[in-house]
């Protein structure tokens, strides 16, 4: 049986999720810079905006990683 993360959103731009292990992620929307940028125990993780032919995408600016994707594996 998986447990179900909780989250807080104590900022309007700020998400922190507790995973099963109870360590944190925190999802931030940086809007000045226009990235969503994630802070997990495995590293930080940088997102931007990237239009291709048929949807736009939040894409890792290092590794390519779709933000979705990235996040679900993180809190496995």
Known sequence: H???PDYE?????VIEIE???GKTIIINAHQ???EIWVA???????FRWQ???EK?????TRSGDEF????DALLM
């Open 9 to 13: 959103t104590p900022q309007s731009s």
């Open 2 to 4: 998986k447990s179900e």
């Open 51 to 53: 239009e291709n032919e």
């Open 40 to 46: 997990a125990p495995e590293g930080a993780f940088h």
């Open 68 to 71: 979705f994707e990235k996040v």
């Open 32 to 34: 000045a810079m226009q």
């Open 19 to 21: 995973r099963a292990d």
């Open 56 to 60: 736009g995408e939040w894409r890792d």
